[in-house]
């Protein structure tokens, strides 16, 4: 069975950091492409950060740029996301989820400005707790 597993979500002070991880098991986590999705709560999911099954392409939403960073240990099967700077705006649950809709031009349709869209995710993890305040 296809299965992901988040951890690291915590409660932060603002400007604070924290490493999240996934651990996938279940399929071949190599070929697929990963991202990280959150909820805010009482919110709708918001894409935050999108990466190739390489690692090779990497793409955020514009609200995190500069400040979170994703990658990937294909021999392990974890998928990270490393968060700097956090801001209470950026508490949520974390989720992460394979892609099933990986086009040519990654890094233009997975830009800084899209818009969650259900249908191109697969298999979701639980998610993790990240709580920004002071």
């Known amino acids: 069975d296809v299965r992901m597993v988040e951890s690291g979500g915590d409660l932060v002070q603002p400007g604070g950091s924290l490493r999240l991880s996934c651990a996938a098991s279940?399929?071949?986590?190599?070929?697929?492409?990963m991202s990280w999705v959150r909820q805010a709560p009482g919110e709708g999911f918001e894409w935050v950060s999108a990466i190739t099954s390489g690692g090779d392409r990497r793409t955020y939403a514009d609200f995190v740029k500069g400040r979170f960073t994703i990658s990937r240990d294909n021999a392990r099967n974890i998928l990270y996301l490393q968060m700097n700077s956090l801001e209470p705006e950026d508490t949520a649950v974390y989720f992460c989820?394979?892609?099933?809709?990986?086009?040519?031009?990654?890094?233009?349709?997975?830009?800084?400005?899209?818009?969650?869209?259900?249908?191109?995710?697969?298999?979701w993890g639980q998610g993790t707790q990240v709580i920004v305040a002071s």
């Open positions: 989820a394979n892609l099933v809709k990986v086009p040519a031009d990654f890094e233009a349709y997975y830009s800084g400005s899209y818009y969650f869209t259900e249908a191109d995710f697969g298999s």
């Open positions: 279940g399929f071949t986590f190599s070929r697929y492409a």
